[in-house]
């Protein structure tokens, strides 16, 4: 055996046997379904870049599903973690829905912007105009006629158009088809950077108002404990990684490369999800029950559910990824 040959062997047994090689042969896959990829999963990304996932023995494997379609497939098993809106958890639960229940909170409250044509200066000009969102009952576009109310619009003044989402709505936007639309960041700062205007933000009329939370299959989660508490862990330590300021830079670049946006609005995410207003990312994960209560009233308001849940309200959650028994 020559001596490179040795080399090569010694050093593929070395790998093996060190805890990296131990972890990636350990590995179990988790999949993990998202709506969009948006700045909501910024702590799945920190946490699969710098190796949180690994750690674990986790493989994060992640799809790109839409709200309902990844309910349902969660809800079935097809996968084990759907990243979806909070509201949209609820309702499949409210009207009947089993199988899958909201497990960790991921961002609140609703960051969602009003983003509107070049040249507009106030709410006002959108009299008569089209006005796009991702889907007509929802609690977000409640949200946003709460928004449109408070600057003196009401439902009569303004046509609404549902969208596929908040990627396909923007394109609306910018293609000149709709007048204005509600985005999250970095798409609204994308938005503004390249000219868009501004009009007003979710959180001044539904500051109460979970947007993402997790939900897991319920199967999966009693079949998976561990998995699911080292997942969350993971998760989480995603978010604690974020919240250290000296990381900024390093954050910015990792959500620019994932999400492909330019540093600059990569950096203004950072500073308006994270650095000022401290709390977007829950930094427990947990559920908090008067921030439900309240997406709850904004889901009846629009209709997304009939009326408001009676009795506790902790049903409509599993709590296992995070320690606990229910």
């Not at 946490?47 to 690994?54: D, L, M, S, T």
Request: charged share 20%.
């Amino acid at each position: 055996m020559s001596l490179l040959f040795r080399s090569a062997a010694l050093a593929a047994t070395l790998v093996a046997a060190s805890p990296i090689g131990a972890a990636a042969q350990t590995a179990e896959k988790v999949s993990f379904g998202q709506v969009s990829p948006t700045a909501t999963g910024w702590p799945g990304i920190v946490a699969r870049a710098k190796g949180f996932f690994a750690e674990a023995g986790i493989e994060w494997d992640v799809v790109s599903i839409g709200v309902s379609p990844g309910q349902q497939a969660v809800a079935s098993g097809s996968i084990n973690i759907m990243h979806n809106t909070c509201n949209a958890v609820v309702a499949f639960i409210e009207k009947g829905g089993t199988g899958a229940r909201l497990a960790m909170a991921t961002m609140s409250p609703h960051p969602g912007v009003l983003v509107a044509k070049k040249g507009m200066q106030s709410a006002a000009e959108l009299k008569g105009k089209v006005i796009g969102t991702s889907s007509i009952q929802s609690g977000s576009t409640i949200a946003l006629k709460r928004l449109l109310k408070a600057k003196g619009l009401g439902d009569s003044d303004y046509d609404l158009v549902a969208g596929q989402g908040t990627a396909q709505i923007y394109q609306g936007l910018q293609g000149g088809a709709l007048d204005a639309v509600w985005l999250v960041p970095p798409q609204s700062i994308a938005a503004a950077e390249a000219g868009f205007a501004i009009l007003g933000k979710f959180s001044d009329v539904a500051p109460k108002f979970m947007f993402t939370c997790l939900a897991a299959n319920d199967a999966w989660l009693k079949s998976h404990p561990e998995l699911a508490r080292k997942f969350a862990a993971a998760w989480l330590k995603g978010v604690t990684w974020l919240y250290d300021a000296s990381n900024r830079d390093e954050a910015a670049k990792l959500l620019a490369d994932a999400l492909k946006v330019t540093p600059a609005v990569a950096a203004k995410t950072y500073d308006d999800l994270i650095a000022h207003p401290p709390g977007n990312f829950p930094r427990d994960g947990r559920v908090d029950l008067d921030m439900l209560r309240g997406t709850m009233e904004i889901m009846v308001e629009g209709k997304e559910i009939a009326a408001m849940p009676q009795g506790d309200l902790r049903r409509f959650i599993d709590d296992t990824m995070l320690g606990g028994s229910k």
